[in-house]
Nanobody, 130 residues
Framework: QVQLVESGGGLVQAGGSLRLSCAAS????????MGWFRQAPGKEREFVAT???????????YYADSVKGRFTISRENAKNTCDLQMNSLRPEDTAVYYC????????????????????WGQGTQVTVSS
């Protein structure tokens, strides 16, 4: 069992930055692929970014095209945390952001599908004003 708690959401002007944090409790954090999804009003929950520990100090990160070059996902296995640094924010980034943990040793597309997520956080609101 893994419990995820997000923090760091808020209101920011377009072009600004926010950093979201996800604190995980439970065992074997390093074995989970961590990710962030978001859900805007009236829309389905969509993939944002994912990061997998590949051994030692190496990680593999993958991003949705809409955030590539603006968002950076990171994790610290020793602290059981996963962060999402969001720069150059746009009004269309407004959504509730959810931290996600998924088991398995599968190809990247598996971790971009919300239906495969094993554990979700409660979500944190990000609002970007124009």
């Amino acid at each position: 069992q893994v419990q995820l708690v997000e923090s760091g959401g808020g209101l920011v002007q377009a072009g600004g930055s926010l950093r979201l944090s996800c604190a995980a409790s439970g065992r074997a954090f390093s074995t989970y692929t961590m990710g962030w999804f978001r859900q805007a009003p009236g829309k389905e929950r969509e993939f944002v970014a994912t990061i997998k520990w590949t051994g030692g100090i190496t990680y593999y990160a993958y991003y949705a095209d809409s955030v590539k070059g603006r968002f950076t996902i990171s994790r610290e296995n020793a602290k059981n945390t996963c962060d999402l640094q969001m720069n150059s924010l746009r009004p269309e980034d407004t959504a509730v952001y959810y931290c996600a943990a998924t088991r398995g040793e599968l190809a990247t597309p598996y971790y971009t599908n919300r239906n495969n997520v094993d554990y979700w956080g409660q979500g944190t609101q990000v609002t970007v004003s124009s």
